[in-house]
């Protein structure tokens, strides 16, 4: 990597390498790429980063980001999810709909009729 390339190549080709890279750990590749991804944060402008983003992605860095921003999105959906089944079962239970709430547990169908009855999305 001679001194004219410019710094967004430089991180491209880093991120090439670790792709090609088979005498190292997976470990030691992620703990370089890690450093790699630092290293461009710190010196590329958004816009070389969103150009960077799609390389960056393939790494095994980036793959392990993607997963851990599934497994997030996941935990995140399903805590808003039971705050809206609590809310759901809380009316039923003010109101003394007890044999809809029985059916709401078992129905699915019908649960989400009750979410559309009460406003609840």
Known sequence: MDGESSQKERVKASFEITRKAVDISTEDISKIEAVVYVMADKFLDQTEM??????????????????????????????????????????????GRYDEL???????????????EYGIS
Not at 52 to 65: D, H, P, R
Not at 106 to 113: A, I, K, M, S
């Open 50 to 95: 969103e150009e960077i983003k799609e390389g960056i992605c393939m790494t095994q860095l980036g793959q392990m980001l993607v997963e851990m921003g599934r497994d997030e999105g996941r935990r995140e959906g399903r805590r808003e999810g039971r705050k809206e089944v609590n809310k759901l079962y809380n009316s039923l239970i003010r109101e």
């Open 102 to 116: 029985k059916r709401a547990t078992e129905d699915t169908e019908y649960q989400n009729l009750l979410f559309a």
